[in-house]
Structure formats: structure tokens, C-alpha cells
């Protein structure tokens, strides 16, 4: 593979103007007459939404066709779970991405569609229900004939979604996906939407399977960074040596895909602790990312830090973010969850910016050409207050950082004397906390009775 081919993206926007599409062509067996026939593959990426794999088959010596569509799209690093409370035929056009993976119950009714029963799809919540009830009428012709009493009860449930599309009363749409690739649209966005509740969450054994992840191929993974950092810093490495060192190691870029590499560094925060910070930048589409590890593990308790923005130069606060923290601006009525932004070791101006991106450049129901008039009218004017913060020139506003795990630290920059603008509170967490966390299933004493 030539410089040039690798700087490529492997997934890049469908364009009809573009020359060269990298078409790949396998020879492949013929289900029809047994023969070889040749399918072709395109990799290619739509635009606020994912990537997707195309793939047409045709035989020269009968003429058989195939074409097929399949998600391309990566797993992300911790499943979604989204509940929506419905409660007026509003709420039913709602839009949601729906992955392979993800499962969709209504507790009300007892009604679930278990992962990978149907497709991945773009549509809202009356067309899922729309969806089912087609699915079920589709062979009551038949069971009528051949099972009357089974037919009976499916139409009695038929007739529940029914009522149920028609909303007569409030329900519970929750979306269970393990590949973390589900949305369901905010109504309220960029505010808070409180009929709207997203938890990120940790894959056990059985949802790794279900994505395509196992613990054998986790475990040679492993092996073989572990064998790469050996090799770039020796055996005896230790903290004091890792402190100096930059480790590289190759990756593949998270917007496209193409193979590009990983720098990682360990360094403290003075007055706070130890982290690891890994940044990408990958050369075929330009991406960056940079993302902070806790080197510590998870406090005993959980930390809720408040800053008052009163001066231009508060924006050039350090800022650790971790990925268990949630970030909240009071004055704009607007908050993002744990999972949105991930780790981050940045300044506030850098963490609101990253923040901003996020929310209007990679939430495919945000942007794009989907998006209302309304909506875009919310986002002009929530950008255009966040803008106001971003270059200083409004004050008085609150950022509030809510880290459960304790790993998330703001700048004082009047250390190590207390700030007159900045508050600090330690909590014990919660049930549902820990549960997050995965600490509520963690056996810490006999331990090896299990083994």
C-alpha cells in the first residue's frame, strides 16, 4: 500500500462526482447455479448519520442478482439505555436511530423487540409501532387457518398497539442498545428535555458476544499492546520512567477508520493526581481527538465542582474531564451526560468548544438536513449564548462538573488557598451511581470462591 492510498479514509462520504470510488471486487460462489460469480463492495460514509457497507453480487453464467446494505459502523465503548416517557401524539414523532443491536420494550404492554431482529433503521416512534403491527398482520391470514386460538390473541395485541400508537395513555419507550449506536430525538435540544433520560453503561460478557467482542480477542489484543509498549519502553519500565516517555502505538482514526497512531503520555496535575492522556491525530481525513485515563481508579466518593465564570481569564483554566463526568450550564438550562464528550484534559474554553462541537456536529438528529426550522432556530440562539461565554464576553454563568467517580478536577488558581469563585463538594454516591459505575456487582472478599 502505497503513502498516498494509506492517507486515504476507508469509509468516505457518498459523493456522486467522485472518480474514484475504490469499488473492491471478490469472487464469490453462486448460490443459484454453483458457480463463481463476482460481488462488489464500496465503503462509503453518509453524512450525519453513519458508515455502511454496500455490497452487490451478480453471476455472468445465470444472471442472478443480490444487492444488500450492512452497517459499517463502529461499537462504541460503552452501551446505551434511553427511556422516553410518551405522553401526547408529539412525542410519537420523535426521531430515532435504531441500531441492529438495539432492543425496544414497552414495559406497560409487555412488548419487546429483541436486537437483531430487524434492521437498523432511521424512523420515529410511531413507526416502530407502525412497523410492528405490520409485522404481525402480515400472516394472520395463515394463522387464522391453521392456529385460530393463536390468531385470536395476536389480534387482541394488535388492537393494544393500536391504542397504544393512538396514545390514549402515557407509556415508556426504552431503547436497550449494547453497541452504543442508538439516538432518540430531543424535543426540547439543546435544554434539557426531562421526558428524555440516556444512561451510558458497561457491556457484561453476553453483550460483548451479541456486538462481536470477545474476551479471547480482547485478551490478544492486550497481549500485543502490552508486547508494543515492552518494545518501545522496555521491560523494567516504571512510573518514574513512563513519566518521560511518549508511547506510540497504532490505532485505527474513529471518524474514518483509516490505520494512523495513538500517542500516549503519563503526567501528574499538580494538586490533584496522576493521569494517562492519549491523543490521535490521523493524517487521511485530519481528525484529532485527544482523550485522559484516570491513573487512580475510582474515588471513594463522588465530587461536584462549580465555577463562576467572572473574568475572561477563567477560560484558560486547566480542565481534566473524565469520562464518568457530566457537564451542566445552569443559566442556558442545558446539561450533557457522562459518555458525551469522554475524558478530556483540556481548558474550560477547550472543554466548551469540544462541548459545542459535539452537540452540533455529531448528534445525527442535530444536524443535517432532517433537522426543523424550529430546531434550527433553538440552536442559533443557544450557540450564539455559548459563543458569548466562549470569547468572554458574558459573565456570572455557572459551569458545574458532576463526576460520581471522583476523577474530574477544575484549576485553582488560587492555590493553595481556597477560590472565592470556584466550589468543591464531595458526596457519597447513590445506588444508581455505583450501578453505573459497575461497582455495585464488584465482589471485593472471597472473591476466589467463584474461580
Do not use: W
Amino acid at each position: 500500500m502505497s503513502a498516498e492510498e494509506h492517507k486515504k479514509p476507508v469509509f468516505r462520504e457518498l459523493q456522486a462526482d467522485d472518480n474514484d470510488p475504490e469499488i473492491t471486487e471478490i469472487s464469490s460462489l453462486c448460490f443459484n447455479c454453483g458457480k463463481d460469480g463476482m460481488t462488489k463492495l464500496l465503503l462509503t460514509k453518509i453524512p450525519f448519520y453513519k458508515e455502511i457497507i454496500l455490497m452487490s453480487f451478480e453471476c455472468d453464467h445465470c444472471g442472478c442478482k443480490n444487492n444488500e446494505v450492512q452497517s459499517g459502523e463502529k461499537i462504541q465503548e460503552k452501551g446505551v439505555l434511553i427511556r422516553v416517557t410518551v405522553t401526547s401524539p408529539i412525542d410519537l414523532n420523535r426521531q430515532v436511530i435504531k441500531s441492529d443491536y438495539a432492543s425496544v420494550k414497552i414495559p406497560e404492554i409487555e412488548f419487546e423487540v429483541p436486537p437483531q431482529s430487524k434492521r437498523g433503521e432511521i424512523t420515529n416512534i410511531e413507526g416502530i409501532l407502525s412497523r410492528c403491527i405490520a409485522g404481525l398482520e402480515q400472516d394472520q391470514p395463515v394463522r387464522k387457518a391453521l392456529d385460530p386460538e393463536s390468531a385470536e390473541k395476536i389480534e387482541a395485541f394488535i388492537q393494544v398497539l393500536i391504542n397504544t400508537k393512538k396514545c390514549e395513555k402515557s407509556f415508556t419507550l426504552i431503547i436497550d442498545d449494547p453497541s452504543g449506536n442508538s439516538f432518540v430525538e430531543n424535543l426540547n435540544a439543546p435544554h434539557v428535555d426531562p421526558a428524555l433520560t440516556i444512561t451510558y453503561f458497561e457491556r457484561n460478557k453476553e453483550q460483548n458476544h451479541l456486538v462481536g467482542i470477545y474476551e479471547e480477542e480482547l485478551k490478544e489484543i492486550k497481549e500485543e499492546e502490552e508486547e508494543e509498549t515492552d518494545a518501545v519502553t522496555g521491560d523494567n519500565a516504571t512510573p518514574d520512567t513512563l513519566a518521560d516517555e511518549v508511547l506510540h502505538f497504532g490505532t485505527n482514526c474513529p471518524s474514518c477508520n483509516a490505520p494512523c497512531e495513538t500517542n500516549m503520555k503519563l503526567t501528574s496535575i499538580p494538586f490533584f493526581k496522576e493521569v494517562i492522556i492519549m491523543a490521535t491525530n490521523c493524517e487521511a481525513c485530519g481528525h484529532r481527538t485527544n482523550e485522559v485515563k484516570s491513573g487512580s481508579g475510582i474515588n471513594e466518593k463522588g465530587v461536584k465542582i462549580t465555577l463562576r465564570i467572572t473574568d475572561p481569564i477563567d477560560l484558560s483554566r486547566d480542565v481534566l474531564k473524565s469520562e464518568t463526568c457530566s457537564l451542566s450550564i445552569p443559566e442556558l438550562d442545558f446539561e450533557v451526560g457522562a459518555g458525551t464528550l469522554g475524558g478530556k484534559f483540556t481548558t474550560l474554553e477547550g472543554l466548551l468548544v469540544a462541548m459545542k462541537d459535539q452537540l452540533t456536529g455529531q448528534n445525527p438528529l442535530m444536524c443535517g438536513d432532517s433537522v426543523t426550522s424550529t430546531l434550527k432556530e433553538r440552536m442559533q440562539e443557544f450557540n450564539g449564548k455559548l459563543d458569548s461565554i466562549i470569547s468572554g464576553k458574558t459573565f456570572g454563568c455557572r459551569v458545574v462538573l458532576d463526576d460520581p467517580a471522583g476523577n474530574s478536577y477544575l484549576q485553582n488558581v488560587y492555590a493553595p488557598e481556597a477560590d472565592p469563585e470556584m466550589e468543591i463538594v464531595y458526596y457519597e454516591r447513590t445506588f444508581e451511581h455505583n450501578e453505573e459505575l459497575g461497582l455495585n456487582d464488584m465482589k471485593l472478599e472471597d472473591y476466589e470462591e467463584n474461580e
